[in-house]
């Protein structure tokens, strides 16, 4: 009861400084604050004359502009990366942050005018989250309101093909000729590299495969046609990345009507 006013931490992820994070008090229950991209944690907690409350966390979530191309260029070298970029203006300093998420980013303040940095010890298969922010501050102060980000995008050091097919395939819509295949994205974690695409064919009863179909990675449902009726199916997806295709994921059979379609 009798709360006096708020404690506001907004601390940078990940803070390479020993400072404490910015602590902010305030008697509102709002406050701007301008950030970059960079992951921030804030933590809110309420005082009264009694003392302080514990803490509420609050993990600022990503933007959804995923990637910010054409700010900076990323080239494999083995275990090694290599980052250019070509800033807006010139700023003091860059700081760049790498991982493969909030729990495992490393960030490293670039004062020199090199517009390069060298990242080392990526491991293969994993996707790794590239960012570049200009600040006028570098020294281990606080880049809240200073830092601005004007690169972001991702990288595989080494991509592998996908470890599974899409999940939950399902056929709807059956008739005579036709049917829906539907099927949910394969899961980030398993594509091991970019996905490209999938490939999408049929067997029917007599074993006769049809061709392979190529779609874009965006495309989660393909309508079949030309099949015969009276006939059972069974279709075969697939996702491919730049190292190639994954294993076949197969359909529960379906069968096409004599006649109309399938309730």
């Known amino acids: 009861k009798n709360i006096l006013g708020y404690f506001v931490n907004v601390e940078r992820i990940p803070n390479s400084c020993s400072h404490p994070a910015n602590h902010i008090s305030l008697k509102d229950r709002e406050i701007l604050v301008n950030i970059s991209m960079a992951y921030y944690r804030v933590n809110i907690s309420a005082y009264n004359e009694a003392g302080e409350s514990p803490q509420a966390i609050y993990i600022v979530p990503e933007l959804s502009v995923t990637d910010l191309p054409g700010q900076i260029h990323v080239k494999s070298q083995g275990t090694n990366a290599v980052i250019t970029w070509t800033p807006e203006y010139h700023p003091k300093c860059f700081v ?134 009276k006939t059972t199916y069974r279709v075969q997806i697939s996702g491919f990345t730049s190292a190639g295709e994954g294993p076949l994921t197969l359909s529960q059979p379906f069968s096409t009507p004599k006649y109309g379609t399938v309730e």
């Open 96 to 229: 760049v942050d790498w991982g493969t998420g909030k729990e495992d980013m490393q960030m490293k303040i670039i004062t020199t005018a090199a517009r390069n940095f060298t990242l080392d010890n990526f491991q293969p298969y994993k996707l790794y989250k590239i960012m570049v922010h200009a600040s006028d501050v570098c020294q281990c102060e606080s880049f809240i309101g200073h830092e601005k980000t004007f690169g972001v995008t991702h990288f595989y050091s080494v991509e592998g093909v996908p470890r599974t097919g899409p999940a939950n395939v399902t056929i709807l819509d059956i008739t005579k000729h036709s049917a829906l295949v539907q099927w949910t994205k394969i899961a980030a974690e398993d594509l091991l590299g970019f996905l490209q695409g999938y490939r999408i064919s049929y067997t029917d009863s007599s074993r006769k495969t049809s061709p392979a179909v190529t779609l874009n990675s965006s495309v989660t449902s393909y309508h079949l046609t030309g099949l015969k009726e």
